[in-house]
C-alpha cells in the first residue's frame, strides 16, 4: 500500500469510519480497505436502522459514482490496544507520530 503524507486538516467524529485490521483468527489485514467496502455495500442491503447511514456513506465515499475506489480511502490513525508491556514496545518508534492512553479499569 502507498504511503501519501497529508496536511493536517480537523476531522469531525461523524467523518471518521473505522476498519479491521485484523481477521477473526487474529490474523493481520495487509489492506483492510477491500473488506471496509464491501461492509459498507453489505450493510445497504439490510434493513435495518442503519441502513440509510451505510447508503449515505456508500455515496460520500463513491462521489456518486456507483463504486467506491479503494485507492481513494485513506487511513489516517489506528487505535492500539494491550497490556502495558506490549504497548511499552511502541515507545520510541519513528512510525509513530502521536499517542493517548486510554483509561484503563479493573473488571468488575
Do not use: W
Not at 20 to 45: C, H, Q, W, Y
Not at 77 to 85: I, N
Not at 93 to 101: F, G, T, V
Amino acid at each position: 500500500m502507498k504511503k501519501n503524507f497529508f496536511p493536517p486538516e480537523y476531522m469531525h467524529a461523524n467523518r471518521i469510519y473505522g476498519m479491521r485490521g485484523l481477521s477473526s483468527e487474529g490474523e493481520i489485514i495487509d489492506d483492510p480497505r477491500p473488506n471496509f467496502v464491501e461492509a459498507i455495500k453489505t450493510g445497504m442491503k439490510r434493513e435495518g436502522r442503519y441502513q440509510s447511514q451505510f447508503q449515505r456513506l456508500f455515496s460520500a465515499l463513491s462521489n456518486d459514482k456507483g463504486e467506491i475506489a479503494v485507492a481513494d480511502l485513506r487511513i489516517i490513525g489506528v487505535v492500539v490496544t494491550g497490556d502495558t508491556a506490549s504497548l511499552s514496545q511502541l515507545q520510541g518508534k519513528d512510525y509513530l507520530k502521536a499517542a493517548s492512553l486510554g483509561i484503563v479499569a479493573d473488571k468488575f
